[in-house]
C-alpha cells in the first residue's frame, strides 16, 4: 500500500543516514572545525599588528578622565622635572634606539640647526594646541614628528645629502602648518607689545656693551669718566636691575659725562657717540615713567586698591599681606622691562583693580570672581626658575603675580582683539586663556627670566605619592607638581623647595 511503502522508505532512509553520518548543514560553522583534545595542534603564534599610533598607558590617577581632558594627559612627558631632556638631548632618538648626531658631527651643520628650530616650534606647538583645545591628534602628530627629525637626523650624519634634504623639507612643511596653526591663538595687540619689550631690550643691549665699543676707538682713551659710567650702567643691568633709582641715577651721570665730549670728534666717533646718547635718553625717559607708575601704583591712589578687610579670609593678616604685595610689585618693576609695561597698561586702566588680601581667603594663590589674593601661597613656589639639566623650568613666585594682574586687567579693559576667541574677556575662562596665549605678558616674562618655553596650564594634579598637588605645563613638555594638601591650614609651613 502507499502509505506503508512510504514509512518503509522513511526506515531505509533513515538507516543510509546513520551509516552516513548526519547531512552537512546548511550554513558553515563560524570557525575552525571542532577537533577533539587530544588531537588538538598547537596554536602558531603570529605576530602582532605595528600600531599606527602609540598606545596610551595613563598614571593611575587619570584613568577616568573624559576624552578631552585625557588628550590633554597624553601629551605630558611621562613624569615632571627630572624628566626634563637630558644634557644635549633636546632632540628624540633616532631609529633603533642610537642618539641622533650632535651638530657637530652632521655633515651639514647649517642645515641641521635650521631643522632642529623648525622642530622644536613644531613640537611646541603641537604641546600648546593639546593643552588649550584638547586636540585628541596631538600625540600622534608628534610621534610623527619625532621620527622625521630622527630619519633627518641619520641621513644628514651619514652625508646623505638627497635623502637628508628631502626629510628636511618634510619636516618644514608639517612645522609649518602647525605652527600656523598654532598662531591663531596670538594678537595683533601682542606683537606690538613683543616689539616694544625687544626694542627696549636692544636699547640696554647697546649701553651694557657701549664701554667696550668707545675703548675700541683711541679718541675715547682720554675719557675715563664716561668709560666709567658706561661700565656703572652696565654693571647694574648685570645685576637685573633695570628700572630702580640706581638705573636713574646711572643713567644722569652717564648722560652728562656724554655732554661733556668734544664736538670735533671724528664721523665714526660722533656715530657711536649719537646712538649711545640716544639709547640713554629713551631708557632714562623709561626708567622715569616705570618708578612714577609703581610709586603710584603701590599708594593705592590709582586704579590698584588694597582693601584693609577679607571677608573670606584672615583680615588680622590683611595688613601683612598687603605690604608684602606691594614689595613684590616694586620689586618686580625694578627688574623687569616686560613688569612694567604691564604694570603701565594696569594703571593705565579706567577701571579699578581691587586686591583684597587675607590668610585663607582663596582655594590658591587668589580667586578671580572674589579679587582675594593670599600673598602666603606664593611661598610654595621658587622666587628663580629652577635648572635642571642645564635648563631652566618650572613656575616663579613672580609668575604668578604676573598671572594674577594681566588676568585682572584682561578682565576689567575687554580688551579689544582681532581674534574671537579671545574677544570680551567677559569670564574667567577667556581672561585666563589670553594670559597663557602666545606674546602674553606673563610668556614674555617667562623668555626675559631665561625660560624658553610658555606655560600652557595652571591647574591641580597629584603629586607622585598620590597626594593634592597644583601642577604646571609648560609648552616644551615639562611638567612641575607641587604639594598643596592642607595649604589654608594654620599649621602649613609653604616650601619652595618641594616640588617633583
Given at each position: 500500500m502507499p502509505h506503508n511503502k512510504g514509512q518503509a522508505d522513511k526506515r531505509s532512509l533513515k538507516k543510509a543516514q546513520l551509516k552516513k553520518g548526519p547531512p552537512k548543514q546548511s550554513h558553515p560553522r563560524k570557525g575552525p572545525p571542532r577537533q577533539p583534545p587530544a588531537r588538538k595542534a598547537p596554536l602558531a603564534k603570529t605576530p602582532p599588528k605595528k600600531q599606527t599610533r602609540p598606545a596610551k598607558a595613563p598614571a593611575a590617577e587619570t584613568q577616568n578622565l573624559d576624552p578631552a581632558k585625557e588628550s590633554k594627559e597624553a601629551i605630558k612627558t611621562a613624569a615632571r622635572l627630572d624628566h626634563v631632556l637630558s644634557k644635549g638631548q633636546d632632540t628624540p632618538a633616532v631609529a633603533g634606539g642610537q642618539p641622533a648626531p650632535s651638530a657637530g658631527a652632521a655633515a651639514n651643520q647649517a642645515l641641521l640647526k635650521s631643522v632642529r628650530h623648525q622642530y622644536k616650534h613644531a613640537l611646541e606647538a603641537i604641546h600648546r594646541q593639546a593643552a588649550l583645545t584638547g586636540d585628541a591628534n596631538a600625540k600622534a602628530q608628534e610621534e610623527m614628528l619625532k621620527r622625521l627629525f630622527s630619519e633627518f637626523a641619520l641621513?644628514?650624519?651619514?652625508?646623505?645629502?638627497?635623502?637628508?634634504?628631502?626629510?628636511?623639507?618634510?619636516?618644514?612643511?608639517?612645522?609649518?602648518?602647525?605652527?600656523?596653526?598654532?598662531?591663531?591663538?596670538?594678537?595683533?595687540?601682542?606683537?606690538?607689545?613683543?616689539?616694544?619689550?625687544?626694542?627696549?631690550?636692544?636699547?640696554?643691549?647697546?649701553?651694557?656693551?657701549?664701554?667696550?665699543?668707545?675703548?675700541?676707538?683711541?679718541?675715547?682713551?682720554?675719557?675715563?669718566?664716561?668709560?666709567?659710567?658706561?661700565?656703572?650702567?652696565?654693571?647694574?643691568?648685570?645685576?637685573?636691575?633695570?628700572?630702580?633709582?640706581?638705573?636713574?641715577?646711572?643713567?644722569?651721570?652717564?648722560?652728562?659725562?656724554?655732554?661733556?665730549?668734544?664736538?670735533?670728534?671724528?664721523?665714526?666717533?660722533?656715530?657711536?657717540?649719537?646712538?649711545?646718547?640716544?639709547?640713554?635718553?629713551?631708557?632714562?625717559?623709561?626708567?622715569?615713567?616705570?618708578?612714577?607708575?609703581?610709586?603710584?601704583?603701590?599708594?593705592?591712589?590709582?586704579?590698584?586698591?588694597?582693601?584693609?578687610?577679607?571677608?573670606?579670609?584672615?583680615?588680622?593678616?590683611?595688613?601683612?599681606?598687603?605690604?608684602?604685595?606691594?614689595?613684590?610689585?616694586?620689586?618686580?618693576?625694578?627688574?623687569?622691562?616686560?613688569?612694567?609695561?604691564?604694570?603701565?597698561?594696569?594703571?593705565?586702566?579706567?577701571?579699578?583693580?581691587?586686591?583684597?588680601?587675607?590668610?585663607?581667603?582663596?582655594?590658591?594663590?587668589?580667586?578671580?570672581?572674589?579679587?582675594?589674593?593670599?600673598?602666603?601661597?606664593?611661598?610654595?613656589?621658587?622666587?628663580?626658575?629652577?635648572?635642571?639639566?642645564?635648563?631652566?623650568?618650572?613656575?616663579t613666585q613672580s609668575e604668578i603675580l604676573v598671572h594674577v594682574l594681566e588676568e585682572r586687567l584682561y578682565s576689567r579693559q575687554r580688551a579689544k582683539d582681532d581674534q574671537q576667541e579671545f574677544g570680551k574677556c567677559t569670564d574667567y575662562d577667556h581672561a585666563h586663556n589670553k594670559c597663557l596665549a602666545p606674546g602674553s605678558y606673563q610668556n614674555l616674562y617667562r623668555r626675559e627670566q631665561g625660560v624658553d618655553s610658555d606655560t600652557l596650564q595652571l591647574t591641580t594634579g597629584k603629586t607622585k605619592d598620590g597626594h593634592s598637588g597644583f601642577q604646571h605645563l609648560s609648552s616644551d613638555g615639562a611638567i612641575s607638581t607641587t604639594p598643596i594638601g592642607g595649604i589654608n591650614s594654620p599649621d602649613f609651613k609653604p616650601d619652595p623647595a618641594r616640588f617633583e
Open positions: 641621513a644628514n650624519g651619514a652625508s646623505e645629502a638627497t635623502k637628508a634634504a628631502q626629510k628636511a623639507s618634510e619636516i618644514r612643511e608639517l612645522a609649518k602648518g602647525m605652527v600656523e596653526d598654532c598662531e591663531k591663538h596670538d594678537h595683533r595687540e601682542k606683537k606690538e607689545l613683543k616689539k616694544l619689550v625687544a626694542e627696549r631690550g636692544n636699547d640696554q643691549d647697546l649701553l651694557a656693551g657701549s664701554s667696550a665699543q668707545l675703548m675700541a676707538l683711541p679718541e675715547f682713551s682720554k675719557h675715563a669718566e664716561l668709560i666709567a659710567a658706561c661700565d656703572a650702567y652696565a654693571t647694574l643691568l648685570a645685576q637685573g636691575q633695570k628700572n630702580s633709582a640706581d638705573n636713574e641715577q646711572a643713567l644722569d651721570r652717564l648722560l652728562a659725562s656724554l655732554d661733556k665730549l668734544p664736538a670735533d670728534l671724528p664721523e665714526n666717533a660722533m656715530k657711536l657717540v649719537a646712538s649711545i646718547k640716544k639709547a640713554a635718553r629713551d631708557e632714562k625717559e623709561r626708567v622715569t615713567k616705570a618708578r612714577q607708575t609703581v610709586e603710584l601704583a603701590v599708594s593705592g591712589k590709582g586704579p590698584i586698591k588694597f582693601a584693609e578687610t577679607s571677608a573670606s579670609g584672615d583680615s588680622t593678616t590683611t595688613k601683612a599681606q598687603n605690604e608684602a604685595l606691594r614689595k613684590m610689585i616694586t620689586e618686580q618693576t625694578e627688574r623687569s622691562n616686560v613688569f612694567a609695561k604691564l604694570l603701565d597698561e594696569v594703571m593705565a586702566s579706567p577701571q579699578e583693580l581691587e586686591m583684597i588680601t587675607g590668610r585663607g581667603s582663596c582655594g590658591l594663590f587668589d580667586s578671580f570672581m572674589e579679587g582675594t589674593v593670599d600673598t602666603a601661597h606664593f611661598g610654595i613656589l621658587p622666587s628663580e626658575p629652577v635648572t635642571v639639566n642645564d635648563k631652566k623650568v618650572g613656575l
